[in-house]
């Protein structure tokens, strides 16, 4: 079963803040998150563990609620650059690392 | 150092012919992944490859998918008698085996049946 994200499209002005969520109905391992530009490969930005711990690039930020199953993508200061689709995937074990993805947030950053 | 790589960018076929995708994946990274994007869709898990074991193919939506990995590198997914509903971009991602497991995807193949 699919991860739920939450809003399905925002559109900010260039410098407003963001935050994206991704729940999900299992217990999970892990929580990825990833930002795919039309026509181009998903990068990734940002992983986090269950246990608190979490690595990705240094201006993004994320968190994982464990009790709920919940995690949220915080994008502040954005800009234009920001624009793109943003997938989260869940992992529900460490061993299984295969990712089941949300439907995505399509984030438009206008000037 | 170079990335996940696939090939070929594009492919356009005839429904009924069988299709070969090729992905090859960064260095050292042990476990491989196919992921399937429809149109205006999220990613739809295929197969995934670690190491020597055996290959978990919950994901494969019939028995006209199949993929091997060649001597732990180079991976090849194979669509037999290929239908319409096929048409998707097919990417695969390559991951090291650890605590942090950030998959890097290949840019895609676009596969179209007509």
């Known amino acids: 079963q699919q991860p739920v994200q939450s809003p399905q499209a925002v559109i900010l002005r260039e410098g407003e803040d963001a935050v994206i969520n991704c729940s999900s109905s299992k217990a999970l391992y892990s929580v990825h998150w990833y930002r795919q530009k039309h026509g181009e490969a998903p990068v990734f930005l940002m992983i986090l563990l269950k246990g608190g711990e979490q690595k990705g690039h240094e201006k993004i930020s994320a968190s994982f609620n464990e009790k709920k199953q919940q995690s949220s993508l915080y994008l502040t200061a954005s800009q234009l650059s920001y624009s793109g689709t943003y997938f989260c995937?869940?992992?529900?074990?460490?061993?299984?690392?295969?990712?089941?993805f949300g439907s995505g947030t399509q984030l438009t950053v206008l000037p | 150092g170079a990335g996940v790589s696939q090939s070929p960018s594009n492919k356009v076929t005839e429904k009924g012919k069988d299709v070969e995708l090729r992905c090859d994946p960064i260095s050292g990274h042990t476990a491989l992944y196919w992921y399937r994007q429809s149109l205006g869709q999220g990613l739809e898990f295929l197969i995934y490859f670690q190491g020597n074991s055996a290959p978990d193919k919950s994901g494969l939506p019939s028995d006209r998918f199949s993929a091997e990995r060649t001597g732990g590198s180079v991976s090849t997914l194979t669509i037999q008698r290929t239908q319409q509903e096929d048409s998707a971009v097919y990417l695969c991602?390559?991951?090291?085996?650890?605590?942090?497991?950030?998959?890097?995807f290949g840019p895609g193949t676009r596969l179209t049946v007509t």
């Open positions: 991602a390559s991951s090291l085996i650890g605590q942090y497991y950030e998959q890097y």
């Open positions: 995937g869940t992992a529900v074990s460490g061993s299984a690392r295969q990712l089941t």
